[in-house]
Every structure is written in C-alpha cells, then in structure tokens.
C-alpha cells in the first residue's frame, strides 16, 4: 500500500519543466509558481499587517450575513483573475495555433475546462450568493439569515471546491473534457488520470454549497420579512433572489447527483454512462443540463434585480412595469425547466422533440424582453446620474440584446445545425455571460459597496474599468460570431485555415484590453480604499436610495436595525423622504439576539477540501479521516450550546442616537452632488420625480 | 408570530421565540425535503431509462434478482417503524414524558435496522449470484437508487441515536422538540420513496 496514493514528485508541472523544456510546460510552471507565489504573499502580508487575528475574529468565524456575503465576493474575484487569466492565455494561444500553436492541445483542453468550471461555479455563483447574502436582509428588513451557520457551511463548501481547483494547478492535472466533463470522454477508459476527479470534487460540494444557500435564501425571504412587507412590496432584487433560490434548490441536486454517478463509474466501475454494458451517456446530457440551463438563469436573474434597483435610483423613480417585472421574473425562473435539451439538438432525438424545446427556447426570451423595456421606461424622463452603475447599465442594454438575439438564432434547432460547437456559441454564451452577469456583479458591488464598507468606491476609476470591461468585450468576443459562422470550432487548440487569422488576431486584442480592465477594476478597489476618508458615507444613502437598506447607518452595524421596521408601502424609504419623515427617533429599544461566532463553515471546509483531495489522490486513509471529521464536525454541532450573543440594548441605542444625531448635523447633498467629497450619505434632492 | 404554530409540539402559547424559530426550521426542512426529492428523482429517471434489454446487457434481470417475500418484509418493517415514530410524537403531543418518546424512538431505530439488514443480505445475495452494479447500467442504477434510501435510512439511525443522547443528557427541551418534529418528517419522507421504489422497481420489475 502506498501512504501517499498515486502522489509522487512527477506529478508537479514543474518536473514537467525541467524534464521538457517548452513554452508549453513553462506555461503551466508559471501559473503553477503564480498559485504558490500569490498564497505565500497572502500569508506574508497576513502576518506583517497583524491581520491574522482580525481575519480570524471578524471573518473567518463571523456568521454575520454581510461578511460571509463579502467573503463570497473576495472568493469570486480571486478566482476571477485567475479565470481571465486563462482566457487570455486561450485567446494568445489560439492567435497563434495556425498549424500548430505554443500549448500542447492537452494543455488547452485543461484551460478551457478549467477556465469554463471556475468562471461558471466559483465566480459567477460566488458574485450572485454573495450579492444576495449582503442585501436580502437588509431590503427586508431582517436581522440575519434565516440558518447563519448553514450559511457559514455553504461558503465553506464552495471555498473547499475553489481551493481543489487551484491545486490542480499545482499538483497534478486538470480534466480535460470542458466544464461540461462529458463522459464516455471523461471516464476511465478515455481520462484515466486525476483531471476528472479533480473536477468531479470541486464541483459536489460547490452544488451543496449553492443548494444549502438556495434553502437558506428561501426561507429568509418566506419568513423573516419585517411586519408590512409583504409580496408585492418587496424591492425587485429581493424577488429576483427569491427566484433564483428557488432555482437553487431545484437545479443544484441534478449535477450532484450527476457528478457522483460520474465519480461511482470511475471509482467503482459502474455502468452509467460507460460505453459497454448498458451504458448510456444521453442520461449524463441530460440530467447535466436539467441543472445547466436553469443555472444560467440563476446567475442572471440577480442580475436583472441589480438593473432594477440601479435604474430606479439612478433615475430617482419609481420602478416602472414593478407587477410586470415580477411576473417576468416568476415566468422566467418557471420555463428555463423546460428548455434544457436546447444544449444537444443534435444529438439525434426527433425532430418534433427538437422543435417543442426550441419553441420553449424562443418564448424565454419574451419576459426578458419586457424587462429591458420596463427598465428603459424607468430611465425615461428621470434624473439620470451617470455613475459607473449606470455605465455597466448602458453596456449591458445594447449588448446583453445582442446576445440574447443571438440566443434566439441558436434556438432554432435547423440554424442550430449549423452553427453548434463554433464560436458562435462560444461568442453567445459569453455575451450574455459578461454583459449580463459579470456586469450586473461589478454594478451591483459598486452601489452597494458603500453600505458594507462605509465608503464609496472612486466613480474615476471605475467609469474607466466599465469603459474598457465594454470594449474589451466587444473587440474580444463579437469577432468570435464571424468565426463560428466561417465554421470554426469552438476548442480548437489550433486550426488549418489562415482565413481566421485576422478575427483570432482581433480577439486576442481585445483579450488584453480585457486584462486592462480587470486591472482597472482591482485598482478602483485600491484607490478607494486609500482615498477612504474623502469617500466616506457613514450617514448611510449616498445614492437617494429607495428601499430599507438605505435608511441605516454605513456600514451597517451587525444587528442591521436598531428596532425592526414596519413597512407600509413599496419603496418605502424614498416615500418617508418625500414626506419629509425620515429617520425617525425611537423611543425603546430592545436586546438583541445575534448567533455566537463560530468554527464550522471553515472546520467543513478544510475537511471538505481535505476529502476530495485525498479521494482524487487515492489516499484512502485521508479520505477516513477527514470524511469522518466533517460527519463528526456536524454530530457535534447538534450538541452545541451557547451559541448566541446579546447585544445590550444600551449598546443599540448609544450606537443609533450617535447615528441619528450626526444625520441632524448634517445638511444632505442634491443628487448632482452625489459623487463629490460632500456626499456623506445623507440625500436632500431637489425635486421629487413621479 | 404569537399564534400558537405546531401545536404538536406544545412548545407553550406565549413563547414567541421559540416558536419563530421552529418555523424557521421546519419550514427549511420541508424546503430541503423538495431539493431531497429531485435527488431521488433523477435516480428513479436514470433507473426508468436504464430497465431496457439494451441496458441489462445480457446480465440478469428483475426475475432472476428479485425477492418480493424479502422486499415485502421490509416494506412491513419501515410501515411499522413509520407508526412507532408517529407514535413518538404522539407522546410528545400528550407530554408522556421523555421515556415514552425515547422508547418509542429505540423501536423505530430496531426497525429501522431490521429494514437496513434485510436490503443488505438481499444485495449479499444479488452479488453472490454475479449481480454486481458493475455487471450493467440496470444494476448500476438499481443499485444507486435503493442505495441511496439505503443510506439516508443509515443516517435517520445516527440521527436517532443523536436525538437519544440529548433527550438523556438535556430532556425534552423546546430545541428538541423542534428536532424531533424534523425527524418525523424525515423519516415518513423516507417511507413515502420507499413506496415509491417498491412499486416502481420491485412490483413492476416482476410484473
Ligand atoms: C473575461 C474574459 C474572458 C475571456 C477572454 C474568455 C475566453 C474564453 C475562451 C478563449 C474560451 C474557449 C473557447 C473555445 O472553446 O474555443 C472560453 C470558454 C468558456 N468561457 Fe470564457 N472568457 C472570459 C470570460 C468568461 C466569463 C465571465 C464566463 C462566465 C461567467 C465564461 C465562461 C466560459 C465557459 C462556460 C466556457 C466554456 C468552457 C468549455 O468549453 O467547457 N468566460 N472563454
Ligand atoms: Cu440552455
């Protein structure tokens, strides 16, 4: 028996390196050595600041909805770095694959898969998870999350997923499949290596990890709304999430469920989805995108919640069309369980099957046309501030209807035939991706980021990041419809036909533009932190903001209300504004119960990370232990006293009249204010728009 | 929230807290229930579109491998082990005190155990006669599904022996109350896809 496994020194890219040298293993030594470096940096810079023990007390251990919320957002942009990164590199590589290209076509099956599985699972999902952990209690008026521990775990797990994937960097390979890891492909007979199982076990926790939170949002949104607040009055991102939990919940369990079948045939020799002995890979196809494409619609759902909330402050009106967005959103979430098999029209079903789900396709499209239209109605004759919110707003409007055009086009399975697996899907998918998504992310983090943190972040550079996210996008994805309809296929690690030379080399233009506006994106974050005095907003609505989480203090203290509110409308904090009542004193405040910290989303998550990269390693010993210590982790939490804390209700009231009286002192700012130095966070408009 | 919300648990009138609170996490339970359920049924989808000829491979099918004296037993221990556990929060309904619901429980869990070892020696069986899920995508499926309820009935037996070891330690407390509800819920989950998997897998696969 071997103690380490199949582990052994040859399975680093370095030794790769030194036993051939070439741009190829140099390529894969360097990201390798950037994992190693970034991690030990991390670590130095931890201990050099002294922030161990802050990261420890206020994070780590912290069940606090808005922390656990930034973690999901910290986890995503690390991982959003290293995904561009790698599209980069593909972009390079590609540019220069006429007959050949730097990177062995193994090396670019790994980029793409990888790239695909973080870009989708751990940074995406992160973004939305996190969003929604920071502002769904605070629209509704709540104290926390419905289970704060379970929220703890869930971050855990999907961080146990993201640190699996960076291993693989490092130590051993990816799988090679993309991020869909078809088998028979995937399976012993075609992948005997590691590469699969590495996905397989990132990929299982994170879907427990999303369908935990799913459950988590749900019953948050279900019952802990404050008294008043009822269905129809509830902020549109609120709703927006409600959808997307539901989603969560139904959604996540296919692709757990597939990836172990997956795991049962590699590690066990089932049957499953082999080729022999009854095997059949159609049943993967499908139970993969009963979760795939409703997943699709749980990243972009938030998103439209972020669109409603900025267009509707950012024009200081009253959402348009507020029951028809509703309606569209419930509408949405329902058909994208319907439409599934658009992902494999050619994989030889009938073709009425074929044509019933492009029907169904095709009609998805319908509410989210109202959407835009309902939003544009609200930017309508409305006091538009250009902030960078409404930069991204402005690029997601033309391009997000461009690839939502597109998505039309692909859902007619004839069209289909033609055009599936070119870059015209790869071009369709990331153009509803980063305009919808990724943006609706970058917008949402840049107007609420002020009432986490308690400052704004600087509007110069990000109007600059948006500008070159924009660009970037353009110049890197849209030559990518003209390739798929010249009939390039998509993963193609290189290519005979110097006609695509010019698009690949546009592409691998924009890529780098690209690269500039993530750099510019990480540097509005730098920037704002040091400029943090001048950005300061402790008064709490920078924005003349519409809806609860704008009438509390910035950053909002742990508890999020002093006392519970009570609502009577919607929008009700703009029409407190508008009636001139604001902010009004308490007269009795009570203790409030918070939950205690605690050690179990990181104690799951090391076990978790431990467990599956034993099991892709064959150490079966560590699978024993640490599989055992997450079961025994979770036994002994049933145990667990103590795990609350009480907050004084001295404590509440010194904190919130400190609050109240500083907002008496100071005399607002109009909106044309709202990005000098003058904004504190307290909004005195000058005219009130119907 | 001040009315009274699970009056089976009588977690007392005027006790908002503890009221909210089991909402909370009941209603999250019959949350996590429905997500349960998507998991079993993809298997029970994967099971119906592996029980062609094209899949059994040439292996043995549902008439060589099937028992029904065997699975009928066990659909008998896991009805009567539904009713002891009823009858559990029967007697925490009509406060019969923390030994009547602990006796009860120690039955379900026997026959809970019943259930499990009679599904383990028919699968003893099954691989003696050369059925492995390893012999084709039938089995592999067949396996999978009455598997997994296999195993989530493993963890409603930690789960006992859990519930157990806190009523001995602490009594019935509000807390506890609220988890023994849950269970409840679990466990008659549990023998709502049992009847499932006994008329979709076994009665029809001898039909
Ligand atoms: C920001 C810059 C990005 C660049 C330069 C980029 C580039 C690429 C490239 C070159 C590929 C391979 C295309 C091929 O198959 O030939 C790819 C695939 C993919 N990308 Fe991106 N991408 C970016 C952002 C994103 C984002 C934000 C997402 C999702 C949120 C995303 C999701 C995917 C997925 C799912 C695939 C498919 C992987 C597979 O084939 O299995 N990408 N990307
Ligand atoms: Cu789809």
């Known amino acids: 028996m071997k103690l380490l496994g199949n582990l052994n020194w040859d399975v680093t890219p370095f030794s790769d390196a030194i036993n051939d040298p070439s741009t190829n293993t140099f390529v894969a030594a360097g990201a390798a050595s950037l994992v190693i470096i970034g991690a030990v940096s991390v670590l130095i810079l931890l201990t050099w600041f002294r922030l161990w023990r802050p990261l420890w007390r206020d994070w780590l251990t912290s069940a606090d909805h808005k922390r656990i919320g930034v973690m999901y957002i910290v986890l995503a942009l690390v991982m959003l770095a290293r995904g561009v990164a790698e599209g980069a590199v593909m972009r390079g590589h590609q540019a220069m694959a006429l007959n050949g290209g730097p990177l062995s076509a193994d090396h670019f099956s790994e980029l793409f898969s990888t790239h695909g599985t973080i870009m989708i699972l751990f940074v995406a999902m992160p973004l939305v998870t996190g969003l929604i952990n920071i502002v769904v209690p605070l629209q509704i008026g709540a104290r926390d999350m419905a289970f704060p521990v379970m929220n703890q775990v869930s971050l855990g797990l999907t961080a146990a997923g993201a640190a699996l994937i960076m291993v693989s960097l490092v130590i051993g390979r990816f799988e090679t499949g993309g991020w869909t890891a078809y088998p028979p492909y995937t399976g012993k007979v075609f992948s005997p290596g590691e590469g699969p199982d590495y996905w397989i076990w990132s990929v299982v926790p994170a879907g427990l990890g999303s369908m935990l939170s799913g459950i988590n949002f749900a019953v948050t949104i279900y019952k802990c709304r404050a008294p008043g607040m009822t269905y129809m009055r509830m902020p549109l991102f609120t709703w927006t999430a409600l959808c997307t939990a539901i989603m969560m919940i139904y959604a996540m369990p296919p692709v757990t469920v597939s990836s172990l079948m997956l795991a049962l045939d590699r590690y066990a020799g089932f049957h499953f989805f082999s080729n022999d002995l009854g095997g059949n890979m159609m049943n993967y196809a499908n139970i993969f995108w009963m979760f795939g494409h409703p997943e699709v619609y749980i990243l972009v759902l938030p998103a439209y919640g972020v669109w409603s909330e900025v267009a509707a402050t950012f024009s200081a009106k009253q959402l348009y069309g507020y029951v028809s967005l509703v309606t569209a959103t419930m509408s949405i979430a329902v058909i994208s369980f319907t439409v599934w098999l658009h992902h494999f029209f050619t994989m030889g079903q009938s073709a009425s099957v074929n044509i019933a789900f492009g029907i169904a396709t095709m009609i998805i499209a319908v509410p989210t046309g109202v959407k835009v239209y309902d939003w544009m109605a609200t930017l309508w004759r409305g006091r538009i501030r250009m902030t960078v919110p409404v930069i991204y707003l402005t690029g997601f409007f033309i391009l997000f209807v461009i690839g939502g055009l597109t998505g039309v086009i692909l859902a007619n399975p004839t069209i289909d035939y033609q055009v599936h697996n070119t870059l015209f899907l790869v071009a369709h998918f990331h153009n509803v991706l980063i305009p919808g998504v990724l943006f609706g992310m970058l917008a949402g983090i840049h107007y609420w980021f002020p009432k986490v943190f308690g400052f704004r972040l600087d509007e110069t550079w990000g109007a600059r990041a948006a500008g070159l996210w924009v660009v970037g996008f353009c110049l890197t994805f849209l030559p990518l419809y003209v390739l798929g309809l010249m009939g390039m296929p998509r993963r193609s690690p290189s290519f005979t036909d110097p006609a695509y030379l010019p698009m690949e080399y546009l592409a691998a233009f924009g890529a780098v533009v690209i690269l500039g506006a993530l750099a510019a994106t990480f540097t509005t974050y730098i920037v704002s932190i040091r400029h943090r005095k001048w950005l300061a907003v402790p008064l709490g609505d920078p924005w003349d903001g519409r809806t609860l989480e704008w009438a509390t203090p910035a950053p909002v203290p742990e508890w999020n209300f002093a006392v519970i509110p009570e609502v009577s409308s919607r929008d009700a904090f703009a029409l407190e504004k508008e009636g001139g009542t604001p902010y009004a004193p308490v007269s009795r405040y009570a203790d409030i119960t918070l939950p205690r910290r605690t050690t179990m989303g990181l104690t799951v998550c090391v076990a978790t990370t431990g467990t599956g990269f034993a099991l892709v390693w064959h150490i079966w010993w560590l699978v024993i232990l640490c599989f055992t210590g997450l079961l025994l982790t979770m036994i002994a939490r049933a145990f667990a006293t103590n795990t609350e804390q009480i907050i004084p209700a001295a404590e509440v009231a010194r904190q919130h009249r400190r609050w109240l009286d500083a907002i008496a002192q100071n005399t607002g700012i109009t909106r044309d204010a709202e990005c000098t130095s003058a904004n504190r966070g307290l909004a005195a408009p000058d005219e009130v728009i119907r | ?207």
């Open chain 2, 1 to 207: 929230m001040s009315q009274n919300l699970h009056p089976g648990l009588n977690l007392g009138a005027s006790h908002g807290d503890a009221h909210q609170q089991s909402e909370l996490s009941v209603f999250g339970f019959w949350v996590f229930l429905m997500s349960d359920l998507i998991t079993f049924g993809v298997l029970f989808a994967t099971y119906a579109a592996s029980s062609t000829p094209i899949a059994m491979a040439g292996g043995p099918g549902p008439a060589a491998l099937f028992d029904l004296t065997s699975t009928g037993m066990q659909t008998a221990f896991l009805l009567a082990s539904s009713l002891t556990c009823g009858m559990a929060s029967l007697a925490l309904k009509y406060r019969e005190g923390p030994r009547r619901i602990a006796l009860w429980l120690a039955v379900t869990a026997l026959l809970g155990a019943g259930f499990l070892a009679l599904e383990l020696r028919d699968f003893a069986d099954m691989i003696a006669k050369g059925a492995t899920p390893m012999r084709s995508g039938w089995l592999s499926s067949l396996y999978a599904l009455v598997g997994l309820h296999g195993l989530h009935i493993t963890a409603g037996l930690v789960w006992i022996v859990v519930l157990l070891l806190l009523i001995w330690r602490r009594g019935v407390t509000d807390l506890i109350k609220t988890r023994l509800l849950i269970f409840a819920l679990y466990w008659h989950f549990l023998d709502l896809v049992w009847i499932g998997i006994f008329s979709v897998v076994f009665l029809r696969g001898l039909a």
